[in-house]
Structure formats: C-alpha cells, structure tokens
T-cell receptor, first 112, second 112 residues
Framework: DTAVSQTPKYLVTQMGNDKSIKCEQNLGHDTMYWYKQDSKKFLKIMFSYNNKELIINETVPNRFSPKSPDKAHLNLHINSLELGDSAVYFCASSQGEGYGYTFGSGTRLTVV | KNEVEQSPQNLTAQEGEFITINCSYS?????LHWLQQHPGGGIVSLFMLSSGKKKHGRLIATINIQEKHSSLHITASHPRDSAVYICAVGGPYGGSQGNLIFGKGTKLSVKP
C-alpha cells in the first residue's frame, strides 16, 4: 500500500483553468503538507495543515487553496492557472514536528 | 543567503569512492533531514537527526548542533546512488509547525 499517494502524476492544462491535485495518506499522521519544486529543483513549503490549524506560506498566491475533507486527505486546488505555476508539487505527511516525513511521488503540472 | 546551504552543488565520483555531502544551516532547528530524489522524481527520506550520528547500510549521517552543520557520507559508492541529495531542517525556528526548509540539493553522479 502506498503511504502517501498523489493523483494525478502528470497534469497538462491551459492557462486560466482551475485544477485540483489530490493527496491521501494512510499512515495516520496528524499533519500534511504541500511543497512546490520549481524548475531549478528547489523545494519550498506551500501549506501545512493538521486538524487544528492551516499554516499558509505568505508567498503563496491566494489562487492556491488547500482543502481537507478529513485527516487523511489534503487536496490542492488551483484557480486561474498561470504559466508560472508549472512545477512539481509534492504532498507529504508527518506525525508532527520532530518526526520524519513521508513524501508522495509528486505531480508534474504543466500550464500551456 | 539561504538558511540551508549545501555543498557541493554537483559531485561526480567513481564507483567505490567515499562521498561526503555537507549541509550548514543558520536557524535553530529541532531536526535535520536528509532526503534522496532519484531521476524519476520521487523523494525518499533517508535520515532524521537531532544529534550525533546515524547509519543505514552504506549511508552515514552526522550532525553537530553547536556548529550547525551536518554531513552525509556514502561508503563504497555505486552508480545506483546517483541522485539528488537534499538537506532540510525543521523545527520551531527553522520552520513553523514542522515545515521544512530545504537546501538546493547536491546532484551526485557515480560512474562505473
């Protein structure tokens, strides 16, 4: 069983569209995260979320919104996609601060 | 200056060589992570350290909290070790709510 699964693996879409990336973890972890890896392979936190609190990186445009229907899921919704949104997005989970992280396999988003 | 600096950026080695990748950080942390990203893109957590040294197979990770420095060593390197190795720090100051701050990665190529 995949511990952190993301879908889709690849997503190609046109500018202006709205899209979602799904993430599910079966580890029972309390905290989930979304990270963005840019073209230079640099990873950066976008959001962290547990059942109590959403922490948003202030650099993330408000076109991006995390949605968590339950503790095991943290989906990423993106409105009005722009060319600069093209990147690989990684979902991850952990039991919290000071614990290890488990990453999903990534979603390569290409905006054309 | 990034809060997490890795060196070298690129490293080419011959099979069998002993490899060292360094990571320095400038913030207070609760833990430091070493991650591996293969050409296929997936990210695997190798180690989480808060003090001392950890060993797993041919991989050894050390951390010096006072000097804010960590090293990842690979003994008897093999072409299958070719990947990007990423240092990341997490904790109350290095990243809120358990978020990670990443180095830019070290691209390792091991030639047969």
């Amino acid at each position: 069983d995949t511990a952190v699964s993301q879908t889709p693996k690849y997503l190609v879409t046109q500018m202006g569209n709205d899209k979602s990336i799904k993430c599910e973890q079966n580890l029972g972890h309390d905290t989930m995260y979304w990270y963005k890896q840019d073209s230079k392979k640099f990873l950066k936190i976008m959001f962290s979320y547990n059942n109590k609190e959403l922490i948003i990186n202030e650099t993330v445009p408000n076109r991006f919104s995390p949605k968590s229907p339950d503790k095991a899921h943290l989906n990423l919704h993106i409105n009005s996609l722009e060319l600069g949104d093209s990147a690989v997005y990684f979902c991850a989970s952990s039991q919290g601060e000071g614990y290890g992280y488990t990453f999903g396999s990534g979603t390569r988003l290409t905006v054309v | 200056k990034n809060e997490v600096e890795q060196s070298p950026q690129n490293l080419t080695a011959q099979e069998g060589e002993f490899i060292t990748i360094n990571c320095s950080y400038s913030v207070g942390i609760s833990a430091l992570h070493w991650l591996q990203q293969h050409p296929g893109g997936g990210i695997v957590s190798l180690f989480m350290l808060s003090s001392g040294k950890k060993k797993h197979g041919r991989l050894i990770a050390t951390i010096n909290i006072q000097e804010k420095h960590s090293s990842l060593h690979i003994t008897a390197s093999h072409p299958r070790d070719s990947a990007v190795y990423i240092c990341a720090v997490g904790g109350p100051y290095g990243g809120s709510q358990g978020n990670l701050i990443f180095g830019k990665g070290t691209k390792l190529s091991v030639k047969p």
